[in-house]
């Protein structure tokens, strides 16, 4: 049978041959492609530490589905160039070695000190590659979150900032993600992420104490007050400690509940990386249980991606709300936050949970239903329905543009990778 492939042996192991005998809640059979059967959860259990067995195993079921499908050569997705050969495998921050975290993060470094592509007419501040990422997501924002593309797009922003890493830094590895679920139980600052260690992702801002609460919501909302972290200034240990934050801000929430910005955020405005680690908003929001439930409440693409941008009004922020677990500055602003490296390790957490929801319904979710929305904020203004067809392009970070369709799968079209 084809699962017995060496490939697809070596994903099994640690996934469905080590699904744990937990005690699960209302436990499913699921065939799988290849006929063999599953059992897996149908509601998140409120117990985190159950709830976190469950998120492996729908992990495991991702996984099992991808290799299941590459190692069948008469499969659908053959359409692009991807087989078990050639699957790039991103892994957990956690879980890579001491000298992966230098590659990845050094990698980062050089980013920052290539010049950028962007025209300086066009943003004045963009002053390195990793910049133009900033600066594309900061001209594209209002049209890029609560849209139709908001999953796609982002999808498409960290897989290119990942080849970015590789074909122009020299790195060998692939995006690595930031499991919220695990640093919900750990707490922040003693994760390997965000310990502040050479192997970190730097860690917390220096404390400032006394901060205000941050007020998310407003403009006819209920306003969601979020406490300030233990943090809030200049980052002063790890990688980044160094680093420069040159564009924004644009909308940063700050502590007392201000809003503040610089104009556009185009222009050229030098300063620390802050960050304010907010642990209260890392386990209400993105909790295991939080993670369980997005991944098996949501039927419908609609209702996923607002259940993980959080419902306007609802008073949840949703797990896509971890840009204020991390806090500071840029990371509490919506245009410039992928100005903290840590961004693409958000985004790529919220990718692999779109990949394991998408796995659930393979075929529906990856197709023209597995798109909802339109092309702007909420639809305001109005704009059309985002469809297949819908051309995703980012700007001076990268190209070619590429329509949605491209975009729904991690294994078919330009991209082929999965989560481990
Ligand atoms: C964990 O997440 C669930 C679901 O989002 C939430 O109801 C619960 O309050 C969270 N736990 C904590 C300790 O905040
Ligand atoms: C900003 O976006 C518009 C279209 O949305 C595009 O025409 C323009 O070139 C973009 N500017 C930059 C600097 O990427
Ligand atoms: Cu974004």
Redesign the pocket.
């Known amino acids: 049978m084809r699962l017995n492939t060496p490939v697809a042996l070596c994903l099994l192991a640690g996934s469905l041959s080590n699904a744990l005998p937990a005690p699960q809640e209302n436990p499913t059979t699921t065939t799988l492609s290849d006929g063999a059967t599953t059992t897996l959860p149908t509601a998140a259990s409120k117990d985190t530490a159950v709830a976190s067995d469950q998120l492996e195993q729908l992990a495991s079921f991702a996984q099992d589905q991808a290799s299941a499908s590459l190692a069948d050569s008469s499969s659908k997705q053959k359409r692009g160039s991807c087989t078990l050969g050639n699957l790039a495998i991103r892994r957990e921050w956690g879980s890579l070695s001491a000298s992966e975290r230098k590659a990845y993060t050094n990698a980062v470094l050089c980013l920052q000190k290539k010049q950028a592509n ?2 300086s007419s ?2 004045p501040g963009a002053k390195s590659r990793f910049d133009d990422w900033v ?2 997501h900061i ?2 924002t209002m ?1 890029i979150h609560y849209t139709g593309t908001f999953l796609a797009w982002h999808r498409y922003f960290t897989w290119q900032y990942e080849q970015a890493l590789r074909n122009e830094c020299g790195y060998k590895g692939y995006q690595p993600y930031w499991d919220w679920a695990k640093t919900a139980a750990t707490g922040l600052a003693n994760s390997p992420i965000l310990d502040g260690s050479d192997t970190s992702m730097s860690g917390n801002g220096e404390f400032i104490p006394g901060q205000g609460n941050i007020i998310l919501g407003g403009n006819g909302l209920p306003e969601i007050p979020i406490p300030a972290g233990t943090g809030g200034g200049c980052v002063t240990r790890g990688p980044f400690k160094d680093m420069n934050v040159n564009l924004g801000p644009v909308a940063l929430g700050v502590p007392g509940g201000d809003t503040i910005s610089n104009g556009d955020g185009l222009g050229y405005n030098p300063r620390c990386l802050k960050r304010d680690l907010t642990d209260w908003v890392n386990r209400r929001f993105a909790n295991a249980t939080s993670v369980v439930n997005t991944i098996l409440k949501p039927k419908d693409i609609y209702d996923f991606q607002m259940t993980l941008q959080g419902y306007p009004g609802s008073g949840d922020i949703g797990v896509h709300g971890g840009h204020y677990t991390m806090g500071g500055d840029p990371g509490r602003d919506l245009f410039v936050s992928p100005g903290d490296p840590l961004f693409y390790l958000h985004h790529g957490m919220i990718d692999r949970t779109w990949w394991i929801w998408q796995s659930l319904d393979y075929n529906k979710r990856t197709g023209a239903s597995g798109i909802a929305g339109t092309g702007t904020f909420l639809n305001t203004p109005p704009s059309p329905d985002t469809t297949l067809d819908t051309v995703i ?1 980012l ?2 970070a990268a190209g070619p543009p590429v329509k949605m369709a491209d975009l729904l799968s991690t294994t078919e079209g330009p991209f082929c990778y999965i989560y481990l």
Do not use: E, K, R
């Open positions: 962007t025209p066009l943003i600066g594309t001209n594209q049209t392009d700007g001076y």
